[in-house]
DNA sequence: CGGCCGAGTGAACGATCGTTTAGAATTCTG
DNA sequence: CAGAATTCTAAACGATCGTTCACTCGGCCG
């Protein structure tokens, strides 16, 4: 008898080929079939392990979950979500199971994916703070709403790889997507942005304040 | 008998119905009764009228490309997208199908989706490269790099509607995601962002120009 | 008026779906 | 070694899927 935390077993083998498949083709368009002929086992297998696809689709949820987050490895907890991210683009054919269905649970909205995106904001608040704290940032006149656009542009290349990656040209060895040629064009750029900006002066901002503000006109 | 371009017809019923529980459900997850049902009329009048229910998308994805490029009424065919996005945000009840239904093609990544990313990215493009001619915009250092990120930054609110909405806690009137509060609060901070960046100095930038050029080191 | 064609429907078909069941094979346990 | 528990499979079940078929109904034209 195994214990219910070994990996590395048959199911732990069902669980990956679900994750991959989800990620590729959906929920929807993954049959319980094709996950077990994955895993090379039968179909009902599948269920036997797991109960029900649903219950499968919540696994594979909470196995990405744990491995962004890192709770198995390291008990930091802190701010490592950039440092993972960082490590799974230097490495994208290992880990593009993992990215695509990350990105597929953040767009299909279901409760994980829900948690995820809140979370992330939340960090991404407490990234600025530390950083306007700390001088290297400038204070947003709206501290979440800021945090909102940073978190989604931070996304972005994982919710739209194949999209920024054709745009760009990079068919690179990981296949269509992000290749790690696309993800170093995007590092100057994204960063002139975030420092410089991409207006020359502020006439368009204080166009859209005094806009703003005589929709609004306050007390 | 009815000319083929005529609409408001029992033909274009079903298109509207399926256009609206497509992007609600995605493709996958919408039955061809499904989309009948909500036309009320019967399933196979569905197929009759479109052959197929993959021909039905094909057509919901022209039919939501007219509209968007304004085909029809206009043949200005010049920069009007902003134009039209900015109206459909002005009236999200109506225009919400609409909205979720683009939303769903451009991640899905099939062609139209492809094809509309892509003609999206270019007029982004000209738009930055005419900013700079106009002195009002920095010239970025890589132009086309920067149109990609620009244009998805724009496609955000739209593919994470739900999840802004919620970050953002305005529970509009027009169900989750978007509602016209929150559109108004991703206002300023965009702005900002775009005029005078995040970080306070150009350490985080110059750091990583050096980090990238000891990589390659040229010939 | 008679023939015809498109609109529209209800019923059914074959395929595939997620899941269940019965049982064989294997492994652990007393 | 006997027995219990677990792993795994083949086969089938009921539901639903997209699609087809046979058919009716109502205008239109010669």
Redesign the pocket.
């Known amino acids: 008898?195994?214990s219910a935390g070994d990996d590395l077993?048959?199911?732990a083998r069902i669980r990956d080929a679900a994750l991959a498949l989800f990620g590729a083709h959906g929920f929807d368009g993954?049959?319980?079939?094709?996950i077990?002929a994955r895993a090379?086992?039968?179909?009902?297998?599948?269920?036997?392990?797991y109960?029900?696809?649903?219950a499968l689709r919540t696994a594979c949820d909470t196995a990405i979950v744990d491995e962004i987050m890192g709770r198995k490895k390291s008990m930091l907890a802190e701010g490592d979500l950039a440092t993972t991210m960082q490590r799974w683009l230097t490495d994208l054919v290992t880990f593009r199971p993992s990215l695509d269905y990350l990105a597929r649970m953040i767009i299909d909205g279901g409760d994980a994916g829900q948690a995820l995106f809140d979370q992330l904001v939340d960090r991404t608040e407490a990234m600025i703070s530390q950083g306007v704290e700390d001088g290297v940032m400038k204070a947003p006149s709206d501290l979440r709403t800021t945090a909102v656009i940073v978190a989604t542009h931070g996304l972005m290349p994982l919710v739209l790889e194949r999209h920024i990656g054709r745009a760009l040209g990079g068919l690179g060895l990981s296949g269509p997507g992000l290749s790690l040629d696309v993800v170093r064009r995007l590092t100057l750029p994204t960063l002139e942005l975030y420092t410089h900006g991409l207006y020359a002066d502020d006439s368009a901002l204080s166009a859209a304040r005094a806009a703003l503000q005589e929709r609004t006109p306050g007390p």
Chains 1, 2 share one sequence.
Not at 51 to 54: E, V
Request: positive net charge; without cysteine; aromatic residues 0%.
């Open positions: 008898m195994r077993t048959t199911r993954t049959s319980v079939r094709a077990a090379g086992v039968s179909a009902a297998l599948v269920i036997h392990h109960g029900s696809k649903d």
